[in-house]
């Protein structure tokens, strides 16, 4: 079993900047790829960023050049930087973690959930 724990969400104005941290513990053998995933009220969730052991990044289109995830594999935490925030970035923003529990099984792991909201 791997427990995700998110911190870092809270309001912030337009323009704005706040830190997603995510740290994942419990019985890990291998992380392949963390993520950030979010959804608004009436949304469907969807990817913002993600991030493979070796580095390889992924964004949406939204936030790509505001938000950087980054990652420490020692630490099995992920981040994300999220700069220039706007008012629809505002959502609860979820991590996801896709753990190899042995050779040729992979299972997803989701955090709790952290409020981020961009208003003045």
């Known amino acids: 079993q791997v427990q995700l724990v998110e911190s870092g969400g809270g309001l912030v104005q337009p323009g704005g900047s706040l830190r997603l941290s995510c740290a994942a513990s419990?019985?890990?053998?291998?992380?392949?790829?963390m993520g950030w995933y979010r959804q608004a009220p009436g949304k469907q969730r969807e990817l913002v960023a993600s991030?493979?052991?070796?580095?390889?990044?992924n964004y949406a289109d939204s936030v790509k050049g505001r938000f950087t995830i980054s990652r420490d594999n020692a630490k099995n935490t992920v981040y994300l930087q999220m700069n220039s925030l706007k008012p629809e970035d505002t959502a609860v923003y979820y991590c996801?973690?896709?753990?190899?529990?042995?050779?040729?099984?992979?299972?997803?792991?989701w955090g709790q959930g952290t409020q981020v909201t961009v208003s003045s």
């Open positions: 419990g019985t890990i053998f291998s992380i392949n790829v």
């Open positions: 991030i493979t052991s070796g580095g390889n990044t």
């Open positions: 996801k973690a896709v753990h190899l529990e042995r050779i040729g099984l992979q299972r997803n792991y």
